[in-house]
């Protein structure tokens, strides 16, 4: 009996081990892609366009002589073959997607940009002409019309805030012109801040990205739109396991506006700020790094007219928390212009709540630099040698009158030479003290701690940016 009992037991505890393995086989298992491509590649569509070729030394042209977007001279390193000089020639660029059954498609801008003629290629392989409705250079995003008799297939738009880092996606388009292309990755990190797109918080994934992929859906496992493949990061020309795309939130966002008056508007605050690094963030009394170092206030901006300053910390926007420099544009650019945001700022030490009525972003300007000449007035514990900041050389400047502090004009040596500084420049602040005069200075220069980060706030062709330093005696 003893013997029957330990081979029952024996018997269920198998049992139980091959179906714990049976459950892990599918707990493993890959998503079911081909699903995904089936249901959501009918409202994929190829984008292609007429456009005439520039002649002029230093343009890139494809291989079949048309002159390549940007964003593909930036990411793909492609060849230079020859132009040829005639009429406009047709280039198969990129993919887009239909958004509503009336034929609204969305795309990158870089796809169509400079496009005498955009051609659609539909999943049926016929193709219709598009019209232009709007577009948006800082975003990367254009919204396309075509006319059809009947319905056409359209994507489900996801919600881009559900996703997490190490959830599948995939994206469908036409690298390489390969039509109906899909690859898979995961979401490899979320709110990526790139430089040359300063208010786009994009989905960084490893999906393979290639030229004509530009401008296409990313999947979620439900067969919703989380993003619009935009970019990849490159050292080589080549695809590196570093792509970007712009997230479903953002883009519906922009389309709404896309759709009322063919561009986007986007809240302005009027500042220039700076990454908080870890010596400045001792500097200005912090805990950790973290927000954005406002570095320069633009004259009757919104800033301005809020009271804000130079060496002011934002650390939150609405509520929103602000932990990177790259975060802060961001957030004050979904902010209708007009609407009140609250701002939570550290200011020499201290936590503050101020309410700013954003702008309207405007387009950006160039601006110009002078220096004055130098004079050999005063030289302190700095190395440099400087003079108070007057109305001459507020105007030889293009400073604003009511910039004080002091101008550096002489001989450069010691700690202002290692910390790169110029004839010209302008300190403004130095260790979290205002300085209106070289008496000011030569006060604060005396004072500064040893071996313990200082900040110095400096103005340099109408620029202004913190650098800090430590001195050794």
Request: hydrophobic share 35%.
């Amino acid at each position: 009996m003893n013997r029957v009992n330990l081979l029952f037991r024996n018997f269920i505890y198998f049992l139980s081990l091959s179906l714990l393995s049976v459950q892990m086989v599918k707990a493993t298992e890959l998503p079911d892609f081909n699903r995904l491509f089936e249901e959501a590649s009918p409202a994929v569509v190829n984008i292609s366009t007429l456009a005439t070729p520039k002649q002029g030394r230093g343009q890139i042209y494809g291989p079949g002589g048309e002159e390549l977007p940007e964003i593909f001279r930036r990411y793909f390193g492609l060849p230079m073959p020859e132009a040829p000089s005639g009429k406009p020639q047709p280039m198969s660029l990129g993919s887009g997607f239909i958004i509503s059954n009336d034929g609204y498609i969305l795309t990158n801008n870089h796809v169509v940009q400079g496009a005498d003629k955009i051609i659609v290629r539909l999943h049926d392989r016929s193709e219709k002409e598009a019209r232009l409705i709007g577009a948006d250079k800082r975003s990367d995003l254009a919204l396309l019309k075509i006319d059809s008799n009947v319905n056409l297939p359209a994507v489900k738009m996801g919600n881009s805030e559900d996703i997490k880092p190490g959830q599948w996606v995939a994206a469908i388009g036409s690298p390489f012109n390969f039509e109906y292309s899909i690859t898979k990755g995961i979401v490899s990190a979320l709110d990526r801040s790139l430089p040359s797109d300063a208010y786009v918080p994009f989905i960084q994934t490893d999906v393979p990205i290639n030229p004509g992929n530009s401008g296409g859906p990313l999947f979620n496992m439900k067969g919703e739109v989380i993003g619009i493949n935009s970019q990849i990061f490159t050292r080589s020309g080549g695809f590196m396991g570093l792509s970007f795309a712009i997230p479903s939130d953002h883009v519906e966002w922009a389309v709404d506006q896309l759709k009322d008056k063919g561009y986007v508007s986007r809240g302005w605050l009027g500042v220039a700020i700076q990454e908080v690094d870890r010596d400045l963030a001792e500097s200005f009394g912090l805990e950790k790094p973290m927000g954005a170092l406002i570095s320069q206030i633009v004259p009757s901006g919104p800033a301005d007219k809020a009271k804000l300053q130079p060496g002011d910390i934002i650390t939150r926007v609405n509520g929103r928390e602000i932990m990177r420099s790259g975060a802060l544009p961001m957030a004050i650019g979904v902010i209708r212009p007009g609407d009140k945001a609250s701002l939570e700022l550290i200011r020499e030490g201290k936590k503050k709540i101020v309410k700013v009525e954003v702008g309207e972003l405007p387009d950006e300007q160039s601006q110009g630099s002078e220096r004055p000449q130098s004079s050999d007035i005063k030289k302190n514990r700095l190395g440099i040698q400087v003079e108070a900041l007057n109305d001459d050389y507020r105007n030889k400047l293009n400073l604003d009158k009511g910039v004080k502090g002091v101008v550096v004009t002489g001989e450069i040596s010691g700690v202002g030479r290692s910390i790169g500084l110029r004839k010209g420049d302008v300190i403004t602040d130095l260790n979290n003290d205002r300085i209106q005069s070289v008496k000011d200075l030569n006060k604060v220069v005396a004072d500064l701690p040893v071996d313990r980060p200082v900040s110095m706030r400096v103005i340099r062709g109408g620029q202004s940016g913190y650098i800090t330093f430590r001195l050794t005696e």
